[in-house]
């Protein structure tokens, strides 16, 4: 036996049980350290999940076909010396379309539950064969656990990392415990590959809440000091469907983007959906807004069901439209590839506008009508500039420029619309500008491209420093000059990324030493990852381990990275390994009053 896939152990603790591929074991505890083997049983399909009775007297296991197979009197099978696993007697069940994802008998072994990808929890009474459904729990069925003080509660795990208590005897949810959910349960953060940021990840003006994309076109809503998830957001309606097994993974819905106003009364999201049309990668796209229900205090107010409340106002159906493809031909639609593609959602700092940036060369910006409580939003103005695509926006603190960002760097009157100037990236750096951000209290603007790090200075409208990184995310501080950025490192068979900057090269911390291959060059400076060779001989020193300033954990594979805008050498820097940096943001202390955190810049960081 090569690996074990899960080890199940009856209620009476007298034994335990585990499978690979197509056999199941099954060992009495009391002669587990004696030299016996174990029962086999064997199936012609592949387990996929296992339970042992209360009392060892059945075992029950799930298969890849959607089939569980049911061994009876197994007590005197185990007990025997020797037993062919054929004599043993076998009942197979058959419901769930796709793999048994999880099974669990109750105390008396009158019952068995079972769950899967289907978001269903089934009741088998064993001695009829009747079944019991409690669907829609939102999620593929991952875990059963049974209460041993009430033999009718059972706790559900989904894969969306929720968790139902259920009452399977009333058939109703008693309760859920919700924890920082997934962005869709396919596992890609960014379905349309557009947007800025891989992963939503905004703060919430009042109440600082972080709020999250979260699986089933939802938002949200977690106490990230609090280490709770507070409430949730139904931004587009939405059934769970499983996905028949061994199709081609289609399209959820999902939520790509959200912005508040200044005191988060407004909210602002794009959501899209699938359209079924040709491909299962071609998407509609919808800008909803929403109002505020405040509630008889100024914090969220949250009813039972645990729900924003928050009321829509208005829904725009594919905003940015244009029926353009990118290339003409079936092969096109196929890909779903469409010049309709929202890449940016921003609000501006003190007015209701919002601009929406997009693939059809276009941005837009929307305006609220002035009706007391919140009135319809319309569009107030459209402008372009040049040919290409638009991938990024984002308004000044003060609110009077707009910046935004495709092969160039666009900036514009933010109340009457009008071109001010365009800062063209400097030669061999070339790429779309995919986020770009205002540094508060201070004339700087932060942009990144594919493989670059820019900080320019918007009044000379020049480079002051850059580096030449793949920036994954991006977060300026609400006050300070200051912000922050994600860094993926390569894997070893990418090149290696350097850190490249036009001011002299971060210097490493006092009293330390920086690695690193130093590049040729009377203006340009390098720092390599460091070598395997050198990341064992650090280790194996008695000193402290020497690493670059820039990166100073050597075996990590994301880094976040601190900056003040006016200086290329970071601040501080960390590094995390086996995780991906997804968003990042600041959490400002003066939010909320439950905040126990002194320093003025806190960063939180969303990892995957």
Not at 24 to 43: E, G, M, Q, S
Not at 72 to 80: E, I, P, Q, Y
Not at 349 to 361: A, G, Y
Request: charged letters at 20%; a neutral charge; hydrophobic letters at 40%.
């Amino acid at each position: 036996m090569r690996s074990a896939s899960q080890l199940a152990v009856s209620a009476d603790g007298e034994y335990f049980a585990t499978f690979e591929r197509h056999s199941a074991l099954v060992w009495p505890i009391k002669a587990a350290t004696k030299a016996r083997d174990p029962l086999r049983l064997h199936h012609t399909k592949s387990f996929t999940c296992i339970a042992l009775g209360s009392k060892g007297d059945s075992f029950a296991a799930g298969d890849a076909s959607g089939r569980i197979r049911i061994w009876h009197d197994l007590n005197a099978a185990v007990a025997a010396p020797e037993v062919d696993s054929k004599q043993v007697k076998c009942t197979t069940v058959h419901w769930h379309a796709n793999p048994v994802g999880c099974v669990a008998f109750t105390e008396d072994g009158k019952y068995l539950l079972s769950g899967g990808a289907e978001g269903v929890l089934v009741i088998w009474q064993l001695d009829t064969g009747v079944r019991q459904y409690l669907p829609r729990l939102g999620a593929p069925l991952r875990t059963l656990a049974l209460s041993p003080a009430d033999p009718s509660i059972v706790t559900v795990g989904l894969a969306d990392n929720a968790q139902h208590i259920l009452n399977f005897a009333s058939m109703t949810i008693k309760s859920s415990i919700r924890g920082i959910q997934p962005a869709n349960l396919s596992g890609d953060e960014n379905p349309s590959g557009t947007l800025s940021s891989s992963r939503l990840l905004r703060l919430h003006p009042r109440q600082g809440y972080a709020v999250l994309s979260a699986t089933g076109a939802c938002l949200q809503f977690i106490d990230a000091i609090g280490n709770q998830s507070v409430m949730r957001l139904q931004v587009a309606s939405r059934n769970y469907v499983a996905q028949p097994h061994q199709s081609p993974a289609f399209s959820e819905p999902a939520v790509l983007a959200a912005a508040f106003s200044r005191d988060g009364a407004t909210l602002v999201t794009l959501d899209t959906r699938p359209t079924g049309a040709l491909s299962h990668k071609a998407t509609d796209s919808c800008l909803r807004f929403w109002e505020l229900r405040l509630g008889e205090t100024s914090e969220l107010a949250v009813d039972g069901s645990g729900n924003a409340p928050y009321v829509l106002t208005t829904c725009v159906n594919d905003p940015h439209l244009k029926g353009v493809l990118c290339t003409v031909g079936l092969d096109a639609l196929k890909r779903g590839v469409l010049y309709k593609d929202i890449t940016a959602l921003e609000y501006h700092p003190f007015e209701h506008l919002v601009v929406t940036t997009s693939l059809d060369k276009e941005f837009k910006i929307w305006q609220r009508a002035p009706e007391k409580g919140g009135g319809a939003w319309s569009i107030r103005s459209v402008a372009s500039y040049g040919d290409e695509p638009l991938h990024s926006a984002a308004f000044s603190p003060d609110g009077s420029l707009l910046a935004i960002g495709g092969m160039a760097i666009t900036l514009w009157d933010a109340h009457h619309h009008t071109h001010s100037a365009t800062l063209v990236p400097p030669p061999g750096q070339p790429g779309a500008v995919k986020t770009l951000t205002f540094v508060a209290s201070s004339p700087f603007l932060v942009v990144a491209t594919k493989d670059t790090l820019m900080t320019w200075n918007l009044l000379t409208l020049s480079v002051m420093w850059s580096y030449s990184l793949n920036i994954t995310s991006l977060a300026t501080h609400p006050t300070l000059p200051q912000f922050a950025v994600s860094v993926s490192r390569p894997s070893a068979a990418a090149p290696k990324a350097t850190g490249r900057v036009e001011t002299p090269v971060p210097a490493a911390p006092a009293g330390k030493k920086a690695k690193g291959k130093k590049a040729k060059g009377k203006d340009a400076s390098e720092y390599d990852f460091p070598e395997e060779e050198e990341e064992d001989a650090a280790e194996a020193a008695a000193g402290e381990r020497e690493a670059p300033a820039s990166f100073p954990e050597p075996r990590a594979t994301s880094y976040a990275l601190l900056f003040d805008a006016a200086q290329s050498d970071p601040l501080a820097a960390w590094g995390l390994r086996d995780s991906a940096i997804s968003a990042m943001a600041f959490l400002n202390p003066q939010l909320s009053s439950k905040v126990p955190i002194a320093s003025e810049a806190s960063l939180l960081v969303l990892t995957q």
